[in-house]
């Protein structure tokens, strides 16, 4: 991730501090479960170990309903011996998968710990296997690798993979959507600009052929806070990113759609038309949840850099008391807007310090903590209430139709906790 200039802190925003440590948190490998989803004809080959792919099986193995569009090349020890039988061994592995698999347009080399220890040069590979499939097959390379990541940077990695490719746009007419959306939150979208009257295109788009195009003077609205390296490549083509909140909750999502508005030069009124159903259906479903969230005080450990917009929508549109904002990282750009609206003196830290985060957790007993997997099963036999926060990447909960889904997961636990106490 890059280095972003620290955000002066004073008495008013939120409190911004970095700290340093152990962090327990998944690799974006996990980013292959719900990408895989999106892009229909598009085949994800981790070149790993059996480590890997026992964790993406564990993490998708519920969702697969289909002949699953990813596998695991295992690194053995025989591949160790040598580069040269290594690449062999892919090129063999790819050519029979595309054999079997003639609906494959897009072929994600996804690189992991172990091929980046042996230093296996998947870019390399992913450029000779492209010339040699052109052009029924692309093949593009990214890396999931844990090392010094987080989970959500797999789908930053493989969208900006995905960037050099896409065509040269001939006019900046087109808004382009950048994130991964669950299909109808994107086709609410879709029609919400269109009533908007701004052609939007998506990335990524739902088959290999359809991505969008991209040049000088596109103008892109991130839909997930974890793109930086996305965003770069799309600057780098001359895209320029409007800033916005994220579309999360009822408040966050007509900001964010009002971004895009002011930047098209949309009349008000029609703005206002456009969105005053869906506003006045997302305020109607937070309603139904503020009573079990108002009040509540709410603790986040880093896991899925979706925190800071997630903190502001729950103190801001369902009244939480936000005791720490813990990040894995905090992209002072991307979130200024986030930032700016969450209560002065939040404590928001960047990195966390796992046992430092432990330890003022247990010492605040928040109603309420949302953290990864591995802290949530301790964390609940300390007799702390978890929400993990890996489900609100797998779960829609961008826009209006989804704010009162995102409330209930947060409200969920907290009923459960009470009847368990009753
Ligand atoms: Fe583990 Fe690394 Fe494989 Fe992820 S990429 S499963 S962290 S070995």
Same mark, same amino acid.
């Given at each position: 991730?890059?280095?972003?200039?620290?955000?002066?802190?004073?008495?008013?925003?939120?409190?911004?501090?970095?700290?340093?440590?152990?962090?327990?948190?998944?690799?974006?490998?996990?980013?292959?479960?719900?990408?895989?989803?999106?892009?229909?004809?598009?085949?994800?080959?981790?070149?790993?170990?059996?480590?890997?792919?026992?964790?993406?099986?564990?993490?998708?193995?519920?969702?697969?309903?289909?002949?699953?569009?990813?596998?695991?090349?295992?690194?053995?020890?025989?591949?160790?011996?040598?580069?040269?039988?290594?690449?062999?061994?892919?090129?063999?592995?790819?050519?029979?998968?595309?054999?079997?698999?003639?609906?494959?347009?897009?072929?994600?080399?996804?690189?992991?710990?172990?091929?980046?220890?042996?230093?296996? +040069?998947?870019?390399? /590979? #992913? @450029?000779?296997?492209?010339?040699?499939? *052109?052009? !029924?097959?692309?093949? %593009?390379?990214?890396? $999931?690798?844990?090392?010094?990541?987080?989970?959500?940077?797999?789908? +930053?990695?493989?969208? /900006? #993979? @995905?960037?050099?490719?896409?065509?040269? *746009?001939? !006019?900046?007419?087109? %808004?382009?959507?950048? $994130?991964?959306?669950?299909?109808?939150?994107?086709?609410?979208?879709?029609?919400?600009?269109?009533?908007?009257?701004?052609?939007?295109?998506?990335?990524?788009?739902?088959?290999?052929?359809?991505?969008?195009?991209?040049?000088?003077?596109?103008?892109?609205?991130?839909?997930?806070?974890?793109?930086?390296?996305?965003?770069?490549?799309?600057?780098?083509?001359?895209?320029?990113?409007?800033?916005?909140?994220?579309?999360?909750?009822?408040?966050?999502?007509?900001?964010?759609?009002?971004?895009?508005?002011?930047?098209?030069?949309?009349?008000?009124?029609?703005?206002?038309?456009?969105?005053?159903?869906?506003?006045?259906?997302?305020?109607?479903?937070?309603?139904?949840?503020?009573?079990?969230?108002?009040?509540?005080?709410?603790?986040?450990?880093?896991?899925?850099?979706?925190?800071?917009?997630?903190?502001?929508?729950?103190?801001?549109?369902?009244?939480?008391?936000?005791?720490?904002?813990?990040?894995?990282?905090?992209?002072?750009?991307?979130?200024?807007?986030?930032?700016?609206?969450?209560?002065?003196?939040?404590?928001?830290?960047?990195?966390?310090?796992?046992?430092?985060?432990?330890?003022?957790?247990?010492?605040?007993?928040?109603?309420?903590?949302?953290?990864?997997?591995?802290?949530?099963?301790?964390?609940?036999?300390?007799?702390?209430?978890?929400?993990?926060?890996?489900?609100?990447?797998?779960?829609?909960?961008?826009?209006?139709?989804?704010?009162?889904?995102?409330?209930?997961?947060?409200?969920?636990?907290?009923?459960?906790?009470?009847?368990?106490?009753?």
């Amino acid at each position: 991730m890059n280095a972003h200039a620290p955000l002066p802190s004073g008495t008013c925003g939120p409190s911004i501090r970095t700290e340093r440590g152990q962090r327990a948190v998944f690799c974006g490998l996990t980013g292959i479960v719900w990408l895989h989803r999106k892009i229909q004809d598009a085949f994800f080959l981790v070149v790993g170990s059996r480590t890997c792919a026992h964790l993406i099986q564990s993490a998708a193995g519920v969702m697969i309903f289909a002949e699953p569009r990813f596998a695991t090349a295992i690194i053995d020890e025989r591949d160790l011996a040598g580069l040269a039988d290594m690449n062999e061994e892919l090129d063999r592995v790819v050519t029979r998968l595309i054999e079997r698999r003639p609906d494959i347009r897009l072929l994600f080399l996804v690189g992991s710990c172990p091929s980046e220890v042996i230093k296996l +040069d998947l870019s390399r /590979a #992913a @450029l000779r296997l492209s010339q040699r499939m *052109a052009p !029924s097959v692309r093949v %593009l390379n990214y890396s $999931g690798s844990g090392i010094e990541t987080t989970f959500t940077q797999g789908e +930053d990695a493989c969208l /900006a #993979a @995905l960037v050099p490719d896409l065509p040269e *746009a001939v !006019s900046t007419d087109e %808004l382009l959507v950048v $994130g991964a959306l669950a299909d109808m939150v994107e086709d609410q979208f879709a029609r919400l600009f269109s009533d908007l009257g701004i052609a939007a295109r998506f990335l990524p788009a739902r088959r290999a052929s359809q991505m969008p195009a991209v040049g000088r003077g596109t103008r892109y609205l991130l839909a997930q806070p974890f793109l930086a390296d996305t965003a770069r490549a799309l600057e780098q083509r001359g895209a320029r990113r409007i800033a916005a909140p994220f579309p999360l909750g009822a408040e966050g999502t007509t900001d964010w759609l009002r971004a895009a508005a002011d930047s098209f030069a949309v009349d008000p009124a029609r703005f206002a038309a456009a969105t005053a159903p869906g506003l006045r259906r997302a305020r109607q479903a937070l309603t139904a949840h503020s009573e079990k969230l108002t009040g509540k005080r709410v603790f986040f450990f880093p896991d899925s850099q979706l925190e800071v917009p997630l903190a502001r929508f729950l103190s801001r549109e369902m009244g939480v008391e936000l005791i720490e904002v813990g990040t894995p990282y905090l992209h002072r750009g991307h979130l200024a807007a986030e930032i700016e609206r969450l209560p002065d003196g939040t404590p928001v830290v960047e990195g966390q310090s796992l046992d430092d985060g432990l330890d003022r957790c247990r010492a605040a007993r928040p109603d309420l903590t949302v953290c990864g997997l591995g802290l949530a099963n301790p964390l609940e036999a300390e007799g702390l209430t978890t929400k993990w926060s890996i489900e609100l990447l797998f779960t829609p909960i961008q826009g209006y139709e989804q704010a009162g889904d995102l409330a209930e997961l947060f409200a969920r636990p907290l009923d459960r906790r009470a009847r368990l106490e009753v």
